[in-house]
């Protein structure tokens, strides 16, 4: 099989995969052009990581929520109250910051598991069920912001998750102008993606099955490499990695695992794939309702952390219309609305790819009523894709 | 049979009663399955067929009977319950999870785990790829990878596929409900060996079907319901013709070996 051959196997066997990342990289590509490099400044990225934390981890959450055939549509505004609530927490009752964030994060998977019980205990369609909690948390928001407006957050630990950066090594004469830390742990990520490659492929070779030809092999890891290298470079060539930005990561590296490695998130896509079959495999579908609601929940509290920080303030409309951009990047990013199929990873590119589309348009100048029927294109057009690769796979 | 009669049967239902409202679906019925036998199970629609396989499936509670596995009176609450004693149910519709892997489907809800931290366990994909392998190669069962999707996979592979994962686990009984219902002519010989396959190996086997040749080519014995009762329980032998014609009978009713002995 000659190179060019193998190539076009790969894309044609992996179009859905490779998809998202392609039009992320159209997209960025185009706007760096039509804003002659602005939209790839160091500045202009740190600001779209930002920008993209609060939605991301909702879409995370909200991918397993659309795998297990349901949706939610409460977590705006309850992303929202919590955030009114770790406001009120930190000028009201006077908790510390520390005590606040586990506090609202447990009260995230409270309410999770009420939308669960709704769903999984009385068989009430989740958009039903989520609908009431869509305006249950608005009042909610409402009542706890009623009496004082917008509280402004005093707290500089909390208002450091959405604004702040990771620390740096002192200056030692070496790079003056580059966050050093961001760097290294660019190189990190690099060292690690590349050992795990290769002890994979060895591993697999040892079984005698056919993975990468070499060349191509090389390619994938190049390719990589110096996305993640290139991703270090410009975020350290601001202030460095924000700590929205390390949220993300977590929350990415952890679901990631869950999904793709353990029990549980096998069970999750076979719940998605076959409810009927998983039960009959003694898999308990409303075990996993619960628990899939329940991190449904705890992310929405980390989301309204994040919009709260970010803010310095909870606001009387936080959280309007996130529970939107969230399945909007889900499904960009190669979630299907028939359940089983879709990744962390994918959705996370997916709300990158949406608030892609407003830096750059912002920046270009573009009026917001022609932005948002772009949105709507892009929206469309992914589904499309989705759902053309789909049957031509089979 | 016949080292196996010496011992008792793997699987006995004594007297199984199960109704529906005011509809009797069984009126108490016998049926005994021995080792290394593949038992067909025929009957028109309604006679208790699927109802009686889903009693020894664990997914329906009897009304009254008994259910004894190698001489040992069992209660099933539900399928899991019948699983660990053995009892593996091929349903009509795969039960597959199409947006999984073959290897992931054949351990659907018994995953084998590397590491446990906490409550979360991960998983061991190379133990499982290598047993579905082995387990495929075993029962000479024609899929390129492992590792390809269910729903890539033609309706005879997922066929295989449900009875592969069935096997899985050193089961005593395996229920084949409808297999062949759904399948192309070429697919349908494929399912048939692979039953042969498996009663080779020392499974023992029921068999659900209407397809009448089905049953004539690989059951040693049939048993025939109408209407909630075992009508009769006697070996395939014979010409396929006479099967057939024998069979029809005892479905509409024309023929009876047990008329006297049970009241409707």
Do not use: C
Request: net charge neutral; proline share 2%; charged share 20%.
């Amino acid at each position: 099989m000659s190179f060019l051959d193998e190539a076009r196997k790969l894309l044609r066997e992996n179009i859905r995969e490779y998809g998202m990342f392609i039009a992320l990289f159209v997209i960025m590509a185009y706007f760096a052009f039509a804003t002659d490099g602005l939209f790839i400044s160091s500045r202009n990225i740190v600001n779209l990581v930002n920008q993209t934390g609060y939605i991301a981890v909702l879409a995370v959450g909200m991918t397993l929520v659309i795998v297990i055939r349901h949706i939610d549509l409460s977590v705006g505004f309850l992303a929202g109250f919590l955030g009114a609530v770790a406001a009120i927490s930190m000028t009201s009752w006077n908790l510390s910051v520390y005590l606040t964030i586990p506090l609202v994060l447990g009260l995230g998977i409270l309410a999770g598991l009420l939308t669960s019980t709704l769903v999984a205990e009385l068989g009430i369609p989740a958009f039903v069920a989520t609908l009431a909690g869509w305006l249950g948390y608005r009042g909610a928001l409402q009542l706890a912001t009623r009496a004082t407006g917008t509280i402004i957050i005093p707290n500089d630990t909390f208002n450091a998750i959405g604004n702040k950066f990771i620390p740096d090594i002192p200056d030692i004469g070496i790079l003056p102008e580059i966050h050093k830390v961001t760097l290294l742990l660019g190189l990190l990520g690099i060292v690690l993606f590349v050992s795990s490659e290769i002890l994979n492929r060895s591993r697999l070779q040892k079984q005698g099955i056919e993975g990468l030809s070499t060349p191509m092999f090389i390619i994938k890891v190049l390719f990589v490499s110096a996305l993640i290298g290139g991703i270090a470079w410009i975020l350290a060539g601001y202030q460095g990695l924000s700590w929205t930005a390390v949220v993300i990561l977590l929350v990415a590296i952890i679901y990631d695992f869950i999904t793709r490695r353990t029990v549980l998130g096998r069970h999750i896509y076979a719940v998605g794939g076959n409810p009927e079959a998983a039960e009959l495999s003694g898999i308990s579908v409303k075990r996993i309702t619960h628990t899939v609601f329940a991190s449904m929940g705890m992310l929405a509290a980390l989301s309204g952390i994040l919009f709260a920080s970010r803010l310095q303030s909870a606001t009387t409309t936080a959280g309007t219309l996130f529970e939107l951009d969230a399945i909007a990047a889900a499904f960009v990013g190669g979630v299907s609305a028939a359940g089983g199929v879709g990744t962390v990873i994918g959705s996370l590119i997916g709300a990158l790819v949406m608030t892609s589309l407003t830096s750059g348009m912002n920046l270009m100048g573009i009026d917001i009523s022609y932005q948002y029927i772009v949105r709507a294109i892009v929206l469309a057009a992914a589904v499309i894709f989705d759902v053309t690769t789909r049957n031509l796979r089979k | 049979m016949e080292q196996t009669t010496e011992r008792s049967p793997v699987v006995e239902l004594q007297g199984i009663k199960k109704h529906f409202g005011a509809v009797q679906a069984l009126r108490g019925v016998d049926l005994a399955l021995h080792h290394n036998e593949v038992l067909g199970l025929l009957g028109d629609n309604a006679a208790g067929k699927s109802t009686l396989m889903k009693v020894l499936s664990g997914a329906y509670i009897p009304d009254g009977g008994q259910i004894l596995i190698e001489g040992q009176e069992v209660h099933f609450a539900n399928p899991m319950d019948a699983r660990r004693k053995g009892i593996e149910m091929v349903y009509q519709d795969y039960a597959l999870a199409n947006n999984l892997d073959v290897s992931a489907n054949v351990f659907m809800g018994r995953e084998v785990v590397r590491v446990k931290l906490g409550p979360i366990g991960v998983l061991d994909y190379r133990y499982m790829e290598k047993e579905t392998r082995n387990l495929l190669a075993r029962l000479k069962i024609d899929i390129t990878s492992v590792r390809q999707k269910v729903e890539r996979l033609s309706g005879g592979q997922r066929q295989a596929v449900a009875i592969a994962r069935a096997t899985a686990f050193d089961a005593k009984v395996i229920i084949m409900d409808e297999p062949t219902a759904a399948l192309s002519v070429a697919a349908i010989d494929k399912v048939i060996d692979l039953v042969r396959e498996l009663k080779a190996q020392g499974s023992s086997i029921i068999i659900i079907s209407h397809r009448l040749e089905d049953i004539y080519r690989v059951s040693d014995r049939m048993i025939v319901l109408r209407q909630g009762r075992k009508v009769t329980d006697t070996p395939v032998e014979g010409e396929l013709h006479d099967f057939r014609e024998k069979v029809v009978a005892y479905m509409i009713g024309a023929r009876d070996d047990y008329r006297d002995s049970t009241a409707g």
